[in-house]
């Protein structure tokens, strides 16, 4: 049997040959790594990035990157894979078990300014964490996060345990970060309550929703102006005071105006199946 020459076994049990064509091309187009613009290393034990700039020379043109199922337990290496691939745009990260930082001043913890897509499914990560990738992601438009049993999508403010004091570290306390995102799927998660949802109106560009597989039991929609990236439940006693604080000046308002948005202005899909809604 020659070298492009191959025998599958069918349901009954026959061996049928098969002629592998145009294998030398293939063979010869997967050679040339610096060509290739999409990778997939599912399964493949990756743990680490390897000797600095080596990744960097082999896939240099990389955009799209599949680690599913991989070893890759922390931000860190994270980090230091897109570092290595100046053109990523989308990273899939699904089924590895992420360490994330809880703190956006932890070590490690820098940029990625590239990355556009990035699937965070069944990685065992908490909305939290989620809120502080976006420090780091600040031009992500679509990101998924299905399978992490995230059953809130309220933000805690960092607090120093030792001076017990709130420490600040910039938007991780709401959305603002994530204001390009337009796609974001957290299918399969242990959401139960509508109101956990309405802390997403205020992501000025989200187009698609994805919540299929949550056990929410209702949706409603309240049409109270908030500000862009909040947290909907501070709305609408919070708005209330600062329209009686701000005072009346037409500036002013015009200001207040311009900061403002509907809850989901943007949305076009919203994506509820297999949930509890009656």
Not at 70 to 79: A, C, E, F, K, Q
Not at 173 to 186: A, D, P, Q, Y
Request: charged share 15%.
């Amino acid at each position: 049997m020659s070298d492009s020459q191959v025998y599958f076994s069918t349901s009954n049990k026959c061996k049928v040959r098969v002629e592998l064509v145009g294998e030398e091309k293939v063979t010869e187009r997967q050679r040339k790594t610096d060509q290739l613009v999409s990778a997939r290393l599912v399964g493949a034990q990756v743990a680490s990035v390897g000797p600095p700039g080596q990744l960097a020379c082999a896939a240099c043109n990389l955009k799209q990157l599949d680690l599913t199922d991989n070893l890759i337990g922390s931000w860190p290496t994270v980090t230091a894979i897109c570092q290595e691939l100046p053109r990523l745009q989308l990273l899939n990260l699904s089924h590895n078990r992420l360490a994330l930082p809880n703190s956006c001043s932890e070590a490690g913890f820098q940029q990625l300014p590239g990355v556009q897509c990035l699937v965070v499914n069944h990685c065992g990560i908490t909305w939290q964490q989620v809120g502080v990738m976006q420090t780091a992601l600040p031009h992500l438009k679509e990101l998924h996060a299905a399978g992490n049993n995230i059953s809130s999508l309220q933000l805690q403010p960092v607090i120093d345990k030792e001076q017990h004091q709130q420490l600040s570290q910039g938007p991780q306390h709401n959305l603002v970060g994530f204001s390009c995102i337009e796609t974001l799927g957290l299918e399969h998660n242990s959401i139960a309550d509508w109101q956990e949802v309405l802390c997403l109106a205020g992501l000025p560009r989200l187009k698609r929703l994805h919540l299929s597989g949550n056990p929410i039991p209702q949706a409603s929609y309240q049409p109270w102006p908030i500000p862009h990236g909040a947290l909907f439940q501070e709305m609408p006693s919070q708005l209330e005071e600062a329209e009686q604080t701000a005072g009346h000046a037409g500036l002013h308002a015009q200001q207040r105006r311009q900061q403002q948005q509907q809850p989901f202005a943007a949305l076009e899909a919203l994506l509820l199946g297999s949930c509890q809604i009656s």
